[in-house]
């Protein structure tokens, strides 16, 4: 059974670092791209940005280039959606979810709150 | 960019009513690369649609999609009370990837 399993909810301070994760099981994790997609509260959904975890190839939509890093771990089967100086306009739910075209798997979320 | 324009914003519906839900996008959408997912509250977005009208493992065929170009049509034929949620269309056949606003199908 294809899996993709988040960390969990956060709580940041503006300006603080973070770095979320997205595990992936029962696939081969090197053969399909992730992808990261942001919801904001009682918004719609957002493409981030995707990559291919065998060769760490990444695309990212010009709406987040810049703001985040995605990286991946292959060993490890994992995918890392990170942020260096958090706002408080990050606050969102984040989904990260299988290939680069349409997604058809999807983790269960990682909430963000950003709160002074 | 390809911006997806969805409509209605909100539609009101009753149980075993047909649900006819549009995407329009501002430019062609190559080889109908048209996705159409449901959201439910505290859920994680689930694949309906892919390839504009091929539908994903497991879902009921009372789910159909359309369309080429740029409109395309997600349609419930008889609505279920589980399929009361909101609905996104994405597009993937240009870079960056982009998703529709939404459309709530709610209970009449």
């Known amino acids: 059974e294809v899996q993709l399993v988040q960390s969990g909810a956060e709580v940041k301070k503006p300006g603080e670092s973070l770095k979320i994760s997205c595990k992936g099981s029962?696939?081969?994790?090197?053969?399909?791209?992730i992808g990261w997609v942001r919801q904001m509260p009682g918004k719609g959904l957002e493409w981030m940005g995707i990559?291919?975890?065998?060769?760490?190839?990444?695309r990212y939509s010009p709406s987040f280039q810049g703001q985040v890093t995605i990286s991946a771990d292959k060993s490890i089967s994992t995918a890392y959606l990170q942020w260096s100086s958090l706002k408080a306009s990050d606050t969102a739910m984040y989904y990260c979810?299988?290939?680069?075209?349409?997604?058809?798997?999807w983790g269960q979320g990682t909430l963000v709150t950003v709160s002074s | 960019e390809i911006v997806l324009t969805q409509s209605p914003g909100t539609l009101s519906l009753s149980p075993g009513e047909r649900a006819t839900l549009s995407c329009r996008a501002s430019?062609?959408?190559?080889?109908?690369?048209l996705a159409w997912y449901q959201q439910k509250p505290g859920q994680a977005p689930r694949l309906l649609i892919y390839?504009?009208?091929s539908r994903a493992t497991g879902i009921p065929d009372r789910f159909s999609g359309s369309g080429s170009g740029t409109d395309f049509t997600l349609t419930i034929s008889r609505l279920e009370p589980e399929d009361f949620a909101v609905y996104y269309c994405?597009?993937?056949?240009?870079?960056?990837?982009?998703f529709g606003q939404g459309t709530k199908v709610e209970i009449k």
């Open positions: 979810a299988r290939g680069s075209g349409y997604l058809g798997y």
């Open positions: 029962g696939y081969s994790f090197t053969s399909y791209w």
């Open positions: 994405q597009q993937y056949g240009s870079s960056p990837r982009t």
């Open positions: 390839g504009a009208s």
């Open positions: 430019q062609s959408v190559t080889s109908s690369n």
């Open positions: 990559i291919y975890p065998s060769d760490s190839d990444t």
